[in-house]
């Protein structure tokens, strides 16, 4: 599975949309983009993944680009329970084992 | 509702002693994984089962060891051969992931502490 580099730690005003990065540049063709998040002393939670186009749902949004070697999550009305550390994972789709690689994630600060 | 149970929350164990950590799932999911993190780290996978009666090794595997005679329950045994034992574990599930996109669910984690 292809390695993830994101930045240790971001702020973000509460009400304002926070983009978090993920560069992944050794992606391969069969390989999809996940997001979890983890907020402290609980287990992680899933919020998006994709393969190549853009994808939404009621969390957040995946903006991934054309080359597929970076994305960013967007989280559009930020607020101070989306304060977590946020992993960005890449896997093979057609893994026959479920291992999923968490690096360190981005640690989000939402302030009021 | 459905969900991941693991108990207990937090559990202390004295050197030399073998403890279980306890994951209950009624989400009917086929897989089931144990990861462990250490402060400020990431996760790492230790055991996974992909189908009852059936489960292989993660990345750090030594010193566990795992049981999955039911679908829903899969407990880890964190024996005395394993000499770091402190750690947060964390129980995941999913369906079937083989050759699928699939999300993981996890559980709440048991924070193990050697007395």
């Known amino acids: 599975d292809a390695k993830t580099t994101q930045p240790t730690s971001m702020d973000c005003a509460e009400g304002r949309a926070a983009n978090l990065p993920c560069n992944h540049s050794t992606i391969s063709g069969n390989e999809y983009v996940y997001w979890y998040r983890q907020i402290h002393s609980q287990g992680p939670q899933y919020i998006i993944h994709?393969?190549?186009n853009n994808e939404t749902n009621e969390m957040a949004s995946l903006i991934i680009t054309e080359d597929r070697k970076s994305s960013t999550l967007i989280l559009p009305h930020a607020t101070l329970r989306d304060t977590a550390v946020y992993y960005c994972?890449?896997?093979?789709?057609?893994?026959?084992?479920?291992?999923?690689?968490f690096g360190q994630g981005t640690t989000l600060q939402v302030k009021p | 509702d459905g969900g991941i149970t693991q108990s207990p929350k937090y559990l202390f164990r004295k050197e030399g002693q073998n403890v279980t950590l306890s994951c209950e799932q009624n989400l009917n999911h086929d897989a089931m994984y144990w990861y462990r993190q250490d402060p400020g780290q990431g996760l790492r996978l230790i055991y996974y089962s992909q189908i009852v009666n059936d489960f292989q090794k993660g990345d750090i595997a030594e010193g566990y060891s795992v049981s999955r005679e039911k679908k829903e329950s899969f407990p880890l045994t964190v024996t005395s051969a394993q000499k770091n034992p402190t750690a947060f574990y964390l129980c995941?599930?999913?369906?079937?992931?083989?050759?699928?996109?699939?999300?993981?669910?996890f559980g709440d984690g048991t924070r193990l502490s050697i007395l």
């Open positions: 994709g393969l190549k």
């Open positions: 994972i890449v896997r093979d789709g057609s893994s026959n084992t479920g291992k999923l690689i």
């Open positions: 995941a599930s999913s369906i079937d992931h083989r050759g699928r996109v699939v999300a993981q669910h």
